[in-house]
């Protein structure tokens, strides 16, 4: 900490993690981690403790609902596969609760571990040998920085695909989702505003995402010739056309 900076803040849990290796005394302020305390980086949700707090996004539990939309969007997807990148701590805490639901809708899961371009690339060209297929990468910073890659991929072999947020359906994949990640980090600007007007970072509460937003861009579900049902159309809070 050779800047000694009077508060940080981190965008997600793998740039949590190092800094919290770094230091026990600058205010961290995060936005996006989904189990602060199971991930060992405050002592609780209402009191954290230490230099840490922030805004946790949403429960490893959401993965199911990415599963679900899949199936409402897609019926006939009998096989989805998963990708996810194992150096973000968080992304395997997904795979139970989207296994558990992938039993009750009667859907095979295939996991892939990807650390780079040509490990994406593989594991959705393998995974395409198989008929009636879905695709749910988890969110990572790896998995968002290669997004257009992936949505490319999955137009080409035409699998119905669903994400965490929705800059990914803006940008041409099927659904999304989650959070309005802007909002989060409007809120975390606030935490930091106060920590530098003197409060402690151990004083303010983690607070949980409030929002959530599911998006779907009609026109990539016409091109992989998909007709979402008009109900779930109805509680979209964005369509793309």
Do not use: C
């Not at 959401?62 to 992304?91: R, S």
């Not at 008929?131 to 035409?158: E, Q, W």
């Not at 669903?162 to 959070?179: D, F, K, M």
Request: charged share 20%; proline share 9%.
């Amino acid at each position: 900490m050779k800047l000694k900076p009077e508060a940080i803040f981190a965008g997600t849990a793998p740039a949590l993690a190092p800094l919290l290796r770094e230091t026990r005394s600058v205010p961290i302020v995060f936005a996006q981690v989904a189990d602060p305390v199971g991930g060992g980086f405050v002592a609780s949700l209402a009191r954290p403790g230490g230099n840490i707090t922030g805004f946790a996004q949403f429960e490893y539990a959401i993965g199911a609902k990415w599963l679900e939309l899949l199936k409402q969007i897609a019926p006939q997807v009998a096989h989805a596969a998963i990708i996810y990148d194992p150096t973000n701590p968080e992304a395997s805490e997904y795979l139970p609760p989207i296994e558990t639901a992938a039993r009750s809708f009667g859907v095979q899961i295939s996991t892939s571990v990807v650390r780079s371009v040509a490990e994406i690339e593989r594991a959705i060209e393998q995974f395409v040998r198989e008929p009636n297929g879905g695709l749910i990468p988890l969110p990572s910073p790896l998995i968002a920085v290669h997004r257009d890659l992936i949505i490319s991929l999955a137009m080409r072999h035409r699998l119905p695909n669903v994400y965490a947020y929705r800059y990914y359906p803006i940008g041409g994949g099927l659904a999304s989702y989650g959070i309005e990640i802007v909002e989060l980090y409007r809120r975390a600007a606030s935490y930091i505003d106060r920590i530098l007007r003197g409060e402690k970072p151990g004083d303010l509460p983690v607070q949980q995402a409030t929002k959530f937003e599911l998006v779907i861009n009609l026109k990539t579900a016409k091109a992989l010739g998909l007709d979402p049902p008009i109900t779930l159309l109805a509680r979209t809070d964005e369509v793309i056309e």
